[in-house]
């Protein structure tokens, strides 16, 4: 007999993308973590983004929040896709987004640039 309650372990239908920029951060680790904080308007499913800030240590993050092209084109984005993660690792820095099922997940061209522009700014730091 099958179980009626089963577990919810297992494969799960989420998906993430990550964008790895090949850099050696050595003991500054903590100078590549940004997190974008997001100021919105309205409720649920019309909430819009209206400004971007990053959060973080050192010099990718004052970099990040100078850059106001890179925040326009991330407020143009839905919350979901303006939720954007840098985090460091032994031999490079990665930049992912949130979890996707398998209809949502997707890289827009524009979401493409703008996680193209990050690299960027994390290979100048």
Same mark, same amino acid.
């Given at each position: 007999m099958p179980d009626p309650n089963p577990l919810p372990w297992g494969a799960q239908d989420r998906f993430q993308a990550h964008f790895i920029v090949r850099k050696n951060v050595g003991s500054s680790a903590v100078n590549y973590t940004a997190k974008t904080r997001l100021h919105t308007q309205g409720h649920f499913a019309s909430k819009v983004v209206t400004k971007v800030e990053w959060n973080g240590h050192g010099g990718l993050? $004052?970099? $990040?929040?100078? %850059? %106001?092209e890179l925040n326009n084109m991330i407020s143009k984005q839905s919350v979901k896709g303006a939720t954007i993660y840098v985090e460091p690792t032994d031999t490079a820095v990665r930049i992912r987004g949130t979890w996707d099922n398998h209809i949502s997940f997707g890289i827009t061209p524009e979401l493409f640039e703008i996680y193209d522009r990050i690299a960027g700014h994390i290979k100048s730091v």
């Open positions: 993050s $004052l970099k $990040l929040n100078a %850059d %106001d």
